[in-house]
């Protein structure tokens, strides 16, 4: 019997402590927790890391980042720059051997790790701080970077300026 | 609960889409109206072939994968399996380096076990403690984001190293954290632990002896909530544990039988504050270093195999590697706290009812991204 | 429904139209009036609830639809609900699948008709108020007990299952904590307890004894039981039933569960303050105020709500009973305590 009573006591008296608690949340002014996110957006820190972004002018194909990648995620291919073509150098100075006429971030595949950005040789390959970016066709999420066309049509088009010379 | 039946059996699938079986998990359920006579738990929802993929991706690339494994608790996952190839590889990392990761891997355990915390008041009918967890949890993410960029999937341990420093002030503003956190764990307390339905609900429910804790190799808050002190951290220290000063809470059995829901719940509370101890020694000791200083240039571990335990929040986590000479793993096998947790599943839910179930399954804290890996 | 065949009286040419049409008119409009009320106080509750919940836990609430703090969060709600598909699964009874959402609403309805919110407002003012309000009550259980089993879904039939045990249950203490009342008042018609409470807040049957005062709790607790709501919300445990008896339920169907789950909310809440709280009274002592200030619906209006306020605050506090605990408080604190109240106020009545 003693137990019963001291049950429903307790049972009681808990009851109203955790009343209490939620009725001061109730009437404590709003700290701010949340955010009213269209509106207003959460600032994000210095190394958020986001939507990959390649600065291509300085990237010099060497295709560190790809191999780093450990979703297969980034499609770099290049071509050796012709020794009639003017030198091109990144904004680092260090010189562009390599022509890259495919550069191409699927971000579908993306795990936001970041390892690709740290063997970055001209560190040219950043993760920008944007994160709106849905689109309607998932192949929209297939950025490409490379501006520059590959000098021959082919592989074996290639191949055979290279036997003449 | 008497288990003599005399009417049909009913066949309750719990799951895989049931808002309370934390992710993907199956629970065959034959109940007798309410009382559950069987409950066999189903897995495999989400495997997704970790262990395959590690053998085709380079040592430093897999750590994205551990973070995935238990995205609750991903510094955790990643540091095992980081504290493994640096065994293999023989690094010995600097004190900034180690200091850093245990302050990582504390605050990670902190945000882990609000999240079983919260969620587990969900599972008994109590949201407003679920938020208020949540609240907590986002101040500790905002730190991880602000050290490494990400919130939730850090890749911030690397092999030899850490991604980053960390960032300026950081130190004083995880100790004003945590000056703000501990007094809340007392209200979080009075509004979810003390309660009475809550005791009621979970005291004498899912209990598990220690020897069948034992004997199914279950590990972390739910081996020490059925009573037995046994902690990686302090029997088998890595990462310098053994120089810092805490205590390994075990299950008391206040209102029931020792290894109930309810002490498994309670050393998780009770393991929170030990965390805010450890990361304001390690703080307070933080010596200056260049935490890139040893990472090796390319991760190329001599043929050999090794095997490292870390205490993760949801228990003993194990990475067994081993190494062909190559820079991919020939093998990675990983040694999950949950599964163990749920193989014993069986056991300790029979004679339960469909409330209690609901209940068990939330006080192991099971991650089903880990258990399926 | 006096006033409002006064009222009608007040049109011209009401005379002119057929009799029968006279006959029920007055009928008529008071429930259109009635359930306009209904549905507007639903749409209230649920904000409030939605605000009530977001702040207890930290958080904003609605706050973008209508402007002022979402204010028109559930209207929108509602008109999304309207006008989304209407399923029934394939394997379900279908005629008591749709019959179900009607039958849980209706009682909650015509239990309205006797709440007294004010001196006149009251629909009909029954002789038998109290029977009537529990017996009409107690017919939900058939609806939701309907819902549960026609889903053809286990979590609808353990939630129909559980609800009828809870429902069924919770109605003995409930008609007992009601007891010491009507043994004081003498009379089951809500207008005369009311009345005997008139006067100020110490007349008000929870001040009146100890054994009301008590019966006022155990009649709250209760009644939480009855309206399914936390710490009692068994019947649709969202972590256990995913959604109980109206797991199944979409679209206009299950806005009429919800309407009848928040119109009793306010419907226990409002017999709770005719009994208790002294309904349309006022609050001041009739010494020192001799005349009501405030108007007796308004009055009303918000007793009722604050007792809304203190169910919506208990659900976002309380984890949820488990099945036996629910029936072992019910059968073995409740009923005991409810007896012993019968008792006492039985006593003090004769002495």
């Not at chain 2, 969900?122 to 986002?138: A, I, M, Q, V």
Request: proline share 6%.
């Amino acid at each position: 019997m003693t137990r019963y009573l001291k049950d429903l006591w307790y049972g009681w008296t808990t009851t109203w402590h955790s009343m209490w608690i939620t009725i001061r949340h109730l009437f404590r002014p709003n700290k701010g927790y949340t955010i009213q996110y269209p509106t207003v957006k959460a600032p994000l820190p210095e190394r958020a890391r986001m939507r990959l972004f390649n600065r291509i002018e300085d990237c010099i194909g060497c295709g560190q980042c790809a191999r780093a990648c450990p979703t297969d995620c980034i499609d770099i291919q290049t071509e050796k720059r012709g020794k009639d073509e003017p030198p091109v150098f990144a904004s680092d100075g260090t010189p562009i051997k390599l022509r890259t006429f495919v550069f191409d971030i699927d971000m579908t595949l993306c795990c936001y790790c970041a390892l690709c950005t740290f063997p970055c040789p001209t560190h040219c390959l950043v993760m920008t701080k944007e994160y709106e970016y849905a689109v309607y066709d998932k192949r929209d999420h297939i950025y490409h970077f490379a501006v520059d066309k590959p000098r021959y049509a082919s592989p074996a088009e290639k191949e055979q300026p290279a036997a003449k010379a | 609960m008497n288990l003599d039946y005399s009417g049909d059996i009913m066949t309750l699938n719990m799951g895989p889409q049931h808002p309370s079986m934390h992710g993907v998990l199956r629970l065959e359920l034959k109940t007798d109206g309410e009382v559950v006579v069987e409950a066999i738990p189903h897995i495999g929802y989400l495997h997704r072939c970790f262990e395959k993929h590690a053998e085709n991706i380079e040592y430093p690339g897999v750590v994205p994968f551990t973070d995935r494994m238990d995205y609750v608790a991903a510094m955790n996952m990643e540091l095992g399996y980081v504290l493994a190839v640096e065994k293999l590889m023989g690094i010995q990392v600097n004190d900034r380096v180690r200091y850093i990761r245990i302050i990582m891997a504390e605050l990670n355990r902190i945000a882990s076990h609000l999240v079983a915390a919260g969620t587990y008041g969900l599972d008994l009918g109590s949201w407003t403690p679920f938020l208020h967890c949540f609240r907590d949890r986002e101040k500790i993410l905002d730190f991880f984001e602000e050290t490494c960029g990400a919130r939730l999937l850090y890749n911030y341990n690397w092999i030899g190293g850490l991604m980053f420093d960390l960032p300026e002030g950081l130190e004083r503003r995880i100790i004003e954290f945590l000056d703000y956190f501990e007094p809340l764990v007392e209200d979080l307390n009075r509004l979810l632990s003390y309660n009475y339905i809550f005791i009621k609900r979970t005291a004498s429910v899912g209990i598990i002896p220690p020897e069948v804790a034992v004997s199914y190799g279950i590990t972390g808050p739910n081996l020490r909530g059925s009573g037995i002190k046994f902690d990686v951290r302090r029997n088998e220290p890595y990462l310098g544990y053994e120089e810092f000063d805490f205590e390994v809470p075990v299950g008391k059995g206040e209102f029931g039988p020792v290894g109930s829901c309810y002490d498994r719940y309670m050393v998780r509370i009770w393991e929170v504050l030990q965390s805010c101890r450890i990361i304001r020694q390690a703080i307070a000791k933080l010596p200056p270093g260049d935490v890139h200083a040893t990472i090796p240039k390319r991760v190329k571990p001599p043929v050999g195999e090794v095997y490292m335990r870390t205490e993760c929040p949801r228990g003993e986590l194990g990475y067994y590697i081993v190494s062909d000479g190559t820079s991919k793993p020939y093998r990675v096998k990983v040694k999950s706290p949950c599964f163990t947790v749920m193989s014993g599943f069986r056991e300790y839910s029979r004679g339960a009812m469909i409330a209690d179930i609901v209940a068990i399954v939330g006080s192991v804290d099971i991650v089903l991204v880990e258990l399926d890996r | 429904m006096e006033s409002i065949r006064d009222l009608l009286e007040l049109i011209p040419y009401t005379t002119a139209l057929p009799v029968w049409v006279q006959a029920i008119l007055p009928p008529a409009v008071s429930a259109v009036i009635l359930f306009l009320f209904v549905a507007v106080l639903a749409m209230f509750a649920i904000w409030l609830e939605r605000k009530v919940a977001a702040h207890m836990q930290d958080r904003l609430g609605p706050m973008y639809v209508g402007g002022w703090h979402g204010w028109a969060q559930s209207i929108a709600d509602t008109i999304k609900l309207l006008l989304k598909e209407d399923i029934v699964p394939a394997a379900a009874d279908k005629a008591l699948f749709k019959a179900a959402p009607a039958i849980v609403f209706i009682p909650s309805f015509a239990a309205f008709v006797v709440l007294p919110f004010g001196i006149s407002s009251i629909v009909a003012d029954l002789n038998i108020g109290v029977l009537y309000l529990f017996a009409v009550a107690s017919l939900t259980v058939v609806g939701i007990l309907m819902a549960g089993w026609a889903s053809n879904n286990k979590y609808s039939l353990f939630g129909g299952m559980r609800s009828a045990a809870q429902i069924v249950s919770y109605e003995i203490p409930a008609a007992l904590s009601v007891m010491p009342v009507i043994i004081i008042v003498g009379s089951l018609s809500m207008q005369q307890i009311v009345r005997a409470q008139t006067g100020g807040i110490q007349n008000w049957f929870v001040f009146r004894n100890p054994f009301t005062f008590l019966a006022f709790f155990l009649y709250f607790i209760c009644s939480l039981a009855e309206v399914n709501r936390t710490p009692f919300d068994i019947p649709e445990a969202e972590s256990e039933l995913v959604a109980g008896y109206h797991t199944e339920y979409s679209g206009m169907r299950f806005a009429f569960f919800f309407l009848a789950e928040y119109s009793n909310m306010f419907l226990v809440a409002g017999i709770a303050t005719t009994l208790f709280l002294g309904g349309w009274s006022q609050v001041l002592p009739a010494q020192w105020v001799p005349k009501q200030l405030i108007p007796g619906p308004i009055l009303f209006f918000l007793k009722a709500l604050s007792l809304v306020f203190v169910q919506i605050w208990l659900r976002w506090t309380l984890p949820r009973l488990r099945v036996d605990q629910l029936m072992y408080l019910c059968w073995k604190v409740m009923l005991p305590l409810a007896l012993v109240l019968v008792l006492g106020a039985g006593l003090l009545a004769v002495w």
